[in-house]
């Protein structure tokens, strides 16, 4: 309870200046558990908007072990009952803690895509999520948050101001379904929305430099293939350095709009980009050398050796340098991979864990390049200047 009075007091005052939250639907909000809450996610603040208008009893929930490496987000998420957990990866001890919080009546928020959109889009469900919601037999609520993407999209450096649609929709109950598909399409449904194309009303209307940080998601040229060529020089503008005809400009809704008056998303430059071949050079890079920071993660969930260090990607595996050290990691061996933030990628192997910061490079980048290498894609070998 302290938690949630400090929540009440400090974050919803910044909540409601941002996003001016509207409740849609509020009847079919719950007051108390056992039951689950989820919905689509996008921004930070999905979490402080279903809790917008719980002044009786707050949500706990599941939150990426990443929020507690540090001691002070720690403190205050243990306190607030919040359960660590890593992305992607099976781990039976946090299904045991979601079922003792159940036991106490709790309202537990998870959010079954696995982590914010990068485009707005709808994402798959993690079938352990549903497959969870099933067997524990209690009413799942489903929750659309309009507005969540355009307010702050994961790629962009600075938020923008809008009003959001909370929109409660009825509950779920498994026991009312014949069979796990038939519920697992209902969840999926519920929050299959495409954010993109949001309500007129939670369109924002201001915005501060709304291009800056477009380098994380457009990260090649969509004219010319060329990586880390897209970048804002304003805030405003999108430019790319190999291909001058490639001129747009962003509004507050992230629509892109040429010299003619034409208006685009994100989206279609980003499908553009991710329809383009794997390049490598004569030596099989496929991401030449980035700066990075690199941290090892301990078995008891903390930070470790943090190094400078440089990162490339080759068709076959992940270079690791720092000083004379080097460390190679087989692009088959990563058993999971997930994006903290919107720059920090997370890679596990059968015996480790890495933490590794790129900056200003595209988490995105490497997130999507070693899928489509364990996917069995072949590179097209080309000139160096691609890169």
Known sequence: MPAFRFMRSVIRPVVRYYNHPRIVQHENMPVTGPCFIFANHSS????????????????TGVMTRYQFFKTLPRLFMSSAGVIPTSKYVPEPEVIRSVMKMLERNRMILIFPEGGRRWDGRPKPLIEATIKLFRKMNVPVHPVQIHGSYLSWPRWADHPRRNRMDIRWLPPLHPGHFDDYDSFSRACHNAIAIDENDPPEPVLPYA?????????????????????????????IQLLSRRAPEFRLLMNACSELEDGSGRKAHVTEIFDRINDMPLYRDYRNIVIPDTP?????ISDEHRLQNPRHAHI?????????RWGSDRRRLPVEDIQFISIE????????????????????????????????????EQAVKTHEGVF
């Open 44 to 59: 930070n603040f999905d979490p402080f908007l279903i809790n917008y208008e719980m002044t009786g009893e707050p949500t």
């Open 341 to 376: 933030k919107n720059h920090k990628l997370m890679l596990t192997t059968s015996g480790d864990t890495f933490l590794i910061t790129l900056g200003k490079r595209s988490a995105l980048q490497w997130q999507l390049y070693i899928r489509r290498l364990q996917s069995g």
């Open 312 to 320: 490339r990607l080759t068709t076959s595996h992940i270079e690791i």
């Open 292 to 296: 990075c920071t690199v941290n090892r």
């Open 207 to 235: 915005a501060r430099k709304p291009a800056a940080g477009i380098q994380r998601i457009l990260y090649r040229c969509p004219e010319t293939g060329v990586q880390n060529a897209v970048y804002s020089p304003d805030g």
